[in-house]
Protein backbone atom coordinates (compact mmCIF):
# COMPACT_ATOMS: atom_id res chain seq x y z
CA UNK A 1 0.00 0.00 0.00
CA UNK A 2 3.03 2.27 -0.28
CA UNK A 3 2.53 2.83 -3.98
CA UNK A 4 1.48 6.46 -4.84
CA UNK A 5 -1.41 6.86 -7.17
CA UNK A 6 -0.07 6.37 -10.28
CA UNK A 7 -0.14 3.76 -13.39
CA UNK A 8 1.26 2.49 -16.52
CA UNK A 9 2.74 4.99 -18.98
CA UNK A 10 0.26 3.93 -21.79
CA UNK A 11 -2.47 6.33 -21.37
CA UNK A 12 -5.76 5.57 -23.08
CA UNK A 13 -7.60 8.70 -24.93
CA UNK A 14 -10.14 10.48 -22.82
CA UNK A 15 -13.07 8.48 -24.14
CA UNK A 16 -12.01 5.30 -22.58
CA UNK A 17 -11.27 6.25 -19.71
CA UNK A 18 -13.84 5.61 -16.74
CA UNK A 19 -15.15 8.99 -14.67
CA UNK A 20 -12.99 8.90 -11.78
CA UNK A 21 -14.68 8.46 -8.06
CA UNK A 22 -15.13 10.72 -5.18
CA UNK A 23 -13.57 8.70 -3.24
CA UNK A 24 -10.45 6.48 -4.31
CA UNK A 25 -7.89 3.85 -2.08
CA UNK A 26 -4.91 2.34 -3.96
CA UNK A 27 -5.44 -0.90 -1.52
CA UNK A 28 -7.06 -3.47 -3.74
CA UNK A 29 -8.59 -5.08 -0.30
CA UNK A 30 -10.54 -1.81 0.07
CA UNK A 31 -14.26 -1.54 -0.68
CA UNK A 32 -12.92 2.20 -2.39
CA UNK A 33 -10.56 0.60 -5.07
CA UNK A 34 -11.51 0.53 -8.56
CA UNK A 35 -8.88 -1.37 -10.91
CA UNK A 36 -10.42 -0.02 -13.89
CA UNK A 37 -8.81 4.00 -13.10
CA UNK A 38 -5.76 2.28 -12.02
CA UNK A 39 -4.79 1.48 -16.07
CA UNK A 40 -4.28 5.01 -16.70
CA UNK A 41 -1.78 7.65 -14.82
CA UNK A 42 -4.08 9.55 -12.29
CA UNK A 43 -2.68 12.59 -10.59
CA UNK A 44 -3.63 14.34 -7.37
CA UNK A 45 -3.87 18.07 -6.25
CA UNK A 46 -3.79 19.29 -2.90
CA UNK A 47 -4.50 22.70 -1.56
CA UNK A 48 -2.87 23.61 -5.35
CA UNK A 49 -0.45 21.81 -5.07
CA UNK A 50 0.67 18.14 -6.68
CA UNK A 51 0.84 15.36 -4.03
CA UNK A 52 2.63 11.54 -5.02
CA UNK A 53 2.48 9.94 -1.65
CA UNK A 54 -1.72 9.85 -1.45
CA UNK A 55 -3.20 6.66 -0.96
CA UNK A 56 -6.40 7.16 -0.48
CA UNK A 57 -8.67 10.74 -1.10
CA UNK A 58 -12.34 11.49 -0.80
CA UNK A 59 -13.12 14.69 -2.97
CA UNK A 60 -16.72 16.08 -1.05
CA UNK A 61 -15.26 15.33 2.59
CA UNK A 62 -12.25 16.95 0.56
CA UNK A 63 -9.30 15.23 2.55
CA UNK A 64 -6.50 12.97 1.71
CA UNK A 65 -4.50 10.25 3.44
CA UNK A 66 -0.81 9.62 3.17
CA UNK A 67 2.02 8.10 4.78
CA UNK A 68 3.27 9.64 8.36
CA UNK A 69 6.88 9.19 7.39
CA UNK A 70 8.65 5.43 7.40
CA UNK A 71 6.23 4.54 10.22
CA UNK A 72 4.20 1.05 9.88
CA UNK A 73 1.01 0.06 11.82
CA UNK A 74 0.99 -3.71 13.45
CA UNK A 75 -0.08 -5.35 10.07
CA UNK A 76 3.06 -3.83 8.35
CA UNK A 77 1.08 -1.10 6.00
CA UNK A 78 2.28 2.21 6.43
CA UNK A 79 0.43 4.33 9.23
CA UNK A 80 -1.62 6.89 7.58
CA UNK A 81 -2.78 10.18 8.64
CA UNK A 82 -5.38 12.56 6.97
CA UNK A 83 -4.86 15.74 5.41
CA UNK A 84 -7.51 18.46 4.94
CA UNK A 85 -8.17 21.27 2.38
CA UNK A 86 -9.04 21.14 -1.24
CA UNK A 87 -8.43 17.70 -3.63
CA UNK A 88 -8.75 17.57 -7.00
CA UNK A 89 -8.16 14.28 -9.08
CA UNK A 90 -7.45 14.46 -12.66
CA UNK A 91 -5.90 11.91 -15.65
CA UNK A 92 -2.75 12.81 -16.30
CA UNK A 93 -2.46 13.35 -20.22
CA UNK A 94 0.26 11.38 -22.27
CA UNK A 95 2.36 14.80 -22.90
CA UNK A 96 2.66 16.15 -19.10
CA UNK A 97 5.54 15.28 -17.00
CA UNK A 98 3.84 13.33 -13.86
CA UNK A 99 7.38 13.86 -11.73
Known amino acids: MSEPISA ?7 AERPPLPDHLNVDP ?11 HPIGIRFNGKERHDVEEY ?35 EAGADPA
Open 29 to 39: KSPHYHAAVFE
Open 58 to 92: CISEGWIKVPAGKTLDRKGQPLLIKLKGQVEAYYV
Open 8 to 14: PATPAPA
